[in-house]
C-alpha cells in the first residue's frame, strides 16, 4: 500500500512539474478583448452619468467593481471551458497554477481599496493607478507560463498606473483613466494571445 502511494505521489508530482513547464493556453483572445470594451464602456457610462467622482467615490467603486467582477467572471468560464479543452489531462493543474499566479494581486486589490477608503477616503483618488500597478503586477506574474511578448502588457499596465497617480488628486478618478487602460490594455493582451495561438499552429 505504501508502494501504490508512492507511486500516485510520483505522478502528481510529474503532473505539476509538466504544467509549470506548459505555456498556459486557457484565456481566450475574444473574451479578453470583450473586457477591453467592458472598461471602454464603462469609462464612457461613468463620463454621462458621473461627472463628479470625486464627491461620490461609492458610485465610482460601484462602477468599476462590476465592471471588474463581469470581466473576471467571464474570463473564468471561458478560461474552465478552453482549458478543459486544449489542456485535457493536464487542465486541473493547469488552471490551479493560473489561479495561484494571479490570486495575490486580486487580494492585494481588494484589501487596498477597503483600506483606503474605510481608513484614508482622501487618498481614494490613488486607488485607479494602484489597481493598474497591481494589475500589472499580476500579469508579470503569469509571464512564466504565457507568451514571452505578455511582457509588455505588464508593462503598459505598470506605466498607465504611474502616470495615473502623476496626474494627482481628483484628475485621476478621470473616466478615462480606466477606461483607456484596461481597454487598451485588455486589447494588447487579446493580440498577443491571437498572434502566439497563430504561430502555434503554423508550428504544428
Request: aromatic share 10%.
Amino acid at each position: 500500500m505504501n508502494d501504490l502511494y508512492k507511486a500516485l505521489g510520483d505522478i502528481s508530482s510529474i503532473r505539476r512539474q509538466m504544467a509549470s513547464t506548459t505555456e498556459f493556453r486557457g484565456y481566450g483572445p475574444a473574451t479578453l478583448a470583450a473586457t477591453g470594451m467592458f472598461a471602454i464602456l464603462a469609462g464612457g457610462g461613468q463620463a454621462v452619468w458621473l461627472p463628479d467622482p470625486a464627491n461620490h467615490i461609492s458610485a465610482y467603486l460601484s462602477i468599476w467593481i462590476t465592471t471588474a467582477a463581469l470581466s473576471a467572471a467571464l474570463t473564468a468560464v471561458q478560461m474552465y471551458m478552453r482549458t478543459r479543452r486544449i489542456h485535457s489531462g493536464l487542465s486541473d493543474e493547469m488552471l490551479r497554477m493560473a489561479v495561484v499566479q494571479f490570486l495575490p494581486s486580486v487580494g492585494a486589490g481588494l484589501l487596498l481599496t477597503i483600506v483606503l477608503v474605510h481608513y484614508v477616503a482622501t487618498a481614494a483618488w490613488m486607488l485607479p493607478g494602484l489597481w493598474q500597478m497591481i494589475f500589472g503586477l499580476g500579469v508579470f506574474s503569469s509571464c512564466r507560463f504565457l507568451p514571452r511578448p505578455m511582457i509588455a502588457a505588464g508593462a503598459w499596465y505598470l506605466l498607465t498606473g504611474l502616470s495615473c497617480l502623476a496626474m494627482g488628486s481628483t484628475r485621476a478618478l478621470s473616466p478615462w483613466t480606466m477606461g483607456i487602460s484596461y481597454g487598451a490594455g485588455q486589447l494588447l493582451v487579446a493580440a498577443i494571445l491571437l498572434f502566439s495561438s497563430q504561430e502555434n499552429e503554423d508550428e504544428v
